[in-house]
C-alpha cells in the first residue's frame, strides 16, 4: 500500500525517558512533516524538511530532534520526556507547493507518565 | 503571520439539515485554503482545496477574499459527516500549513 506510515502507534513512557518515533512515506514525496495534536485537538506544526534539508522549525523546545535519514524517512526523537509531551505525533509528506495536499499517517499516541 | 480561526467548536445538527462550518483567515499574502476531516479512528485526510472549487461528498467552500473566509457548506448532512474537520491555509515560501481548532460535527439521526 502506499502511504504514510508511523511506528509505533502507541507509546507509554516515563518522565525523564527519551524516546523516538519512525514515520516513513513510500508516495515518492519531497516533503515530510511532524504535526503535534493535542488534547484538544488543536493541530500544529513542528517540523518540516524538503530534500532531507530543514525547511521548517516552530518554537519546540531544543529537546526534540528530527532527523531525516533521507526523503522517505522523518524520524522524531524526544529527550528528557516531559508531561506536557503526552499528545498525538502526526507524521505527513507532500510534494513541497502551495496547493498540493499532505498526506498524513495514523498518528503515534504519546502518554508521558 | 498567518492565522485560522474556527469560531465553532462543536456543531451539532439533525439529518438532512444543512450545515455550515465556518473558516476565517488572516494572511498578507495570496494563501491556498482547505479543508481536512478526521473521521473516528481514521488519519487525517483532505476533504477539499480552495484551488480544486469541487464539490467532494457533498460538501463545497467558497473563498471569500473580500470577507477573508472559507467555510464549508453542505445542504444536506448525513450521519456519516459526523467527524472533526480543520480548516488550513498554506502560505509563505515554506508553504507552511497552518491549521484552525477544529470543529467537531455531530450529524444526529
Known amino acids: 500500500d502506499t502511504a504514510v506510515s508511523q511506528t509505533p502507534k502507541y507509546l507509554v513512557t516515563q518522565m525523564g525517558n527519551d524516546k523516538s518515533i519512525k514515520c516513513e512515506q513510500n508516495?515518492?514525496?519531497?516533503?515530510m512533516y511532524w504535526y503535534k495534536q493535542d488534547s484538544k485537538k488543536f493541530l500544529k506544526i513542528m517540523f518540516s524538511y524538503n530534500n532531507k534539508e530543514l525547511i521548517i522549525n516552530e518554537t519546540v523546545p531544543n529537546r526534540f530532534s528530527p532527523k531525516s535519514p533521507d526523503k522517505a524517512h522523518l524520524n522524531l526523537h524526544i529527550n528528557s520526556l516531559e508531561l506536557g509531551d503526552s499528545a498525538v505525533y502526526f507524521c505527513a509528506s507532500s510534494q513541497l507547493s502551495l496547493a498540493d495536499e499532505q498526506f498524513f499517517g495514523p498518528g503515534t499516541r504519546l502518554t508521558v507518565l | 503571520a498567518q492565522r485560522v480561526t474556527q469560531p465553532e467548536k462543536l456543531l451539532s445538527v439533525f439529518k438532512g439539515a444543512p450545515v455550515e462550518l465556518k473558516c476565517n483567515y488572516s494572511y498578507s499574502g495570496s494563501p491556498e485554503l482547505f479543508w481536512y476531516v478526521q473521521y473516528s479512528r481514521q488519519r487525517l485526510q483532505l476533504l477539499l482545496r480552495?484551488?480544486s472549487r469541487e464539490s467532494i461528498k457533498g460538501f463545497t467552500a467558497d473563498l471569500n477574499k473580500g470577507e477573508t473566509s472559507f467555510h464549508l457548506k453542505k445542504p444536506f448532512a448525513q450521519e456519516e459527516d459526523s467527524a472533526m474537520y480543520y480548516c488550513a491555509l498554506s502560505g509563505g515560501s515554506n508553504y507552511k500549513l497552518t491549521f484552525g481548532k477544529g470543529t467537531l460535527l455531530t450529524v444526529n439521526p
Open positions: 508516495l515518492g514525496h519531497d516533503t
Open positions: 480552495h484551488i
